[in-house]
């Protein structure tokens, strides 16, 4: 997975760390929903359109939504750190 690749075709950035995680930093253009809203809102997932990146703090909150939207064959990917995706955010715009 080549994460800047994913963000220039258009990708969508889902982090799911808390809000209060979420407002003290986050990945400019994306989308706040964290990972214990999930299941309620699997219907907005499937209807993304787009190829989805979910980050965390450290990747292990995002690999558990990884898991669980993959298995209802929503294209996504396990971006790790949010600081991570920050970067190929920053270089993709480059």
């Known amino acids: 997975m080549d994460l800047e690749r994913l963000i220039e075709s258009g990708a969508k950035v889902i982090d799911v760390r ?4 979420y407002m003290g930093g986050n990945v400019p253009g ?13 219907e907005e997932f499937k209807s993304a359109g787009v190829p989805l990146i979910l980050c965390c703090a450290s990747g292990g909150r995002s690999g558990q939504a990884h898991n669980y939207l993959s298995s209802f064959g929503i294209e996504c990917y396990n971006g790790g ?10 270089n993709s715009a480059s």
Request: charged fraction near 25%; hydrophobic fraction near 50%.
């Open 18 to 21: 808390t809000r209060a995680e």
């Open 30 to 42: 994306s989308k706040n929903i964290p990972l214990n809203e999930i299941i309620d809102r699997i």
């Open 81 to 90: 750190s949010w600081f991570d995706v920050n970067f190929a955010v920053a």
